[in-house]
């Protein structure tokens, strides 16, 4: 009775540098699992076509290499020329159409777009929007919300319909209903469901807002350097080395707050090999581990970090060391939590020769 495909071959470039949103887990599954074994639970069912580019291809068929009627293809280069791809494989009366990246498709409404297949050719579940809106092509218009909805998949179609639509076209598309409409008058809507999201970036993923990560730096103490800790300057006969400014305390929390949204570490993303980071404040390289954070949806919450240094005592600049951070990562000083500890002469640490900073950070998906 119908067929399934599922568009997923596009490169994930809004969603992470290093990460490939189709892999992640959701609920101990990809997000590509469970984008397609939903279908599988409905009567009527002929086959799964998945399209993924050539670089996930063999991955995507292991997943589903125990699933008889689900079928790996390669899409193409826009998801236009994959569904047309697809769609060379659909033999059943309908089709439904469903992207990779939505993971948390419920069986209403799958079964909402199936019903409404009875009586109609082309269906798309939608949903109310919150927010005001304006055209802004032309300088701004208001809008009536009420009269617009946002677009969710599955979107159903009949299948030699849709065919003839995509025959047709020579220009891409962002989904199948408006290549639909480019022939047919008019599709149906249903409703859709507002956790049917689809993900975009690193933050659609958490069902539960909150990450955190760990971060711990030590560095040499040495003549002929500044001490330089949370962004401000401690008066001492010695300070740290190292190719930046060295500040220990600062470049601990930016390590916690990479391995909170899974980003690799400050030694990677600003090498000592590189000659545009030698003296930087280390709170201009927060400022770029902060811009990291913002892409991905994330804003700092909480943060915690304690010194281990023997001399010189930190204690008189606490106030200082906390105000500049806590400012430096637009928190408020509740927000962060600073302790000045020694290691009771042990170590490194211990003999006034360096010292060490752990962190912590909790960060939060932005609203």
Same mark, same amino acid.
């Given at each position: 009775?119908?067929?399934?495909?599922?568009?997923?071959?596009?490169?994930?470039?809004?969603?992470?540098?290093?990460?490939?949103?189709?892999?992640?887990?959701?609920?101990?599954?990809?997000?590509?699992?469970?984008?397609?074994?939903? &279908?599988?639970?409905?009567? !009527?069912?002929?086959?799964?076509?998945?399209?993924?580019?050539?670089?996930? &291809?063999?991955?995507?068929?292991?997943? &589903?290499?125990?699933?008889?009627?689900?079928?790996?293809?390669?899409? !193409?280069?826009?998801?236009?020329?994959?569904?047309?791809?697809?769609?060379?494989?659909?033999?059943?009366?309908?089709?439904?159409?469903?992207?990779?990246?939505?993971?948390?498709?419920?069986?209403?409404?799958?079964?909402?777009?199936?019903?409404?297949?009875?009586?109609?050719?082309?269906?798309?579940?939608?949903?109310?929007?919150?927010?005001?809106?304006?055209?802004?092509?032309?300088?701004?218009?208001?809008?009536?919300?009420?009269?617009?909805?946002?677009?969710?998949?599955?979107?159903?179609?009949?299948?030699?319909?849709?065919?003839?639509?995509?025959?047709?076209?020579?220009?891409?598309?962002?989904?199948?209903?408006?290549?639909?409409?480019?022939?047919?008058?008019?599709?149906?809507?249903?409703?859709?469901?507002?956790?049917?999201?689809?993900?975009?970036?690193?933050?659609?993923?958490?069902?539960?807002?909150?990450?955190?990560?760990?971060?711990?730096?030590?560095?040499?103490?040495?003549?002929?350097?500044?001490?330089?800790?949370?962004?401000?300057?401690?008066?001492?006969?010695?300070?740290?080395?190292?190719?930046?400014?060295?500040?220990?305390?600062?470049?601990?929390?930016?390590?916690?707050?990479?391995?909170?949204?899974?980003?690799?570490?400050?030694?990677?993303?600003?090498?000592?090999?590189?000659?545009?980071?030698?003296?930087?404040?280390?709170?201009?390289?927060?400022?770029?581990?902060?811009?990291?954070?913002?892409?991905?949806?994330?804003?700092?919450? &909480?943060?915690?970090?304690?010194?281990?240094?023997?001399?010189?005592?930190?204690?008189?600049?606490?106030?200082?060391?906390?105000?500049?951070?806590?400012?430096?990562?637009?928190?408020?000083?509740?927000?962060?939590?600073?302790?000045?500890?020694?290691?009771?002469?042990?170590?490194?640490? !211990?003999?006034?020769?360096?010292?060490?900073?752990?962190?912590?950070?909790?960060?939060?998906?932005?609203?």
């Amino acid at each position: 009775m119908f067929d399934v495909i599922i568009p997923a071959a596009g490169e994930s470039s809004r969603f992470s540098d290093n990460l490939n949103k189709l892999f992640c887990t959701v609920n101990g599954r990809t997000v590509l699992e469970n984008s397609v074994l939903p &279908f599988l639970a409905f009567s !009527g069912l002929e086959k799964i076509i998945v399209a993924v580019n050539d670089e996930n &291809f063999a991955r995507a068929r292991s997943l &589903f290499d125990g699933y008889e009627n689900v079928t790996v293809i390669l899409g !193409g280069s826009t998801r236009t020329d994959t569904v047309k791809r697809a769609l060379d494989r659909v033999t059943a009366e309908f089709v439904l159409i469903h992207d990779g990246a939505r993971p948390y498709v419920s069986d209403n409404v799958i079964k909402n777009v199936l019903d409404a297949l009875n009586d109609v050719d082309a269906v798309v579940p939608v949903i109310k929007l919150d927010d005001s809106i304006a055209n802004v092509k032309n300088g701004y218009r208001a809008a009536d919300r009420e009269d617009f909805r946002r677009v969710q998949t599955p979107e159903g179609f009949r299948t030699e319909k849709l065919k003839t639509a995509y025959a047709r076209i020579s220009s891409s598309f962002t989904d199948d209903a408006s290549v639909y409409l480019t022939l047919y008058d008019d599709a149906k809507a249903v409703d859709g469901d507002v956790k049917n999201v689809k993900i975009t970036r690193f933050s659609d993923l958490e069902t539960f807002p909150y990450r955190s990560g760990l971060g711990i730096d030590v560095h040499k103490l040495v003549e002929n350097r500044k001490l330089v800790l949370g962004g401000v300057e401690i008066p001492f006969e010695k300070g740290l080395l190292g190719h930046s400014d060295a500040d220990v305390l600062t470049h601990a929390v930016m390590d916690a707050i990479l391995t909170a949204i899974g980003e690799r570490d400050i030694g990677v993303l600003f090498p000592d090999t590189d000659e545009k980071y030698k003296g930087i404040s280390s709170m201009l390289l927060l400022k770029e581990v902060l811009s990291r954070l913002d892409k991905r949806g994330y804003v700092v919450k &909480f943060v915690s970090a304690t010194v281990a240094c023997q001399r010189p005592k930190l204690n008189p600049y606490f106030d200082k060391i906390r105000t500049s951070l806590s400012h430096a990562l637009s928190i408020c000083k509740d927000n962060l939590s600073l302790a000045f500890t020694t290691t009771e002469g042990l170590g490194l640490v !211990g003999a006034g020769d360096g010292i060490s900073v752990i962190a912590s950070a909790t960060v939060v998906a932005k609203q």
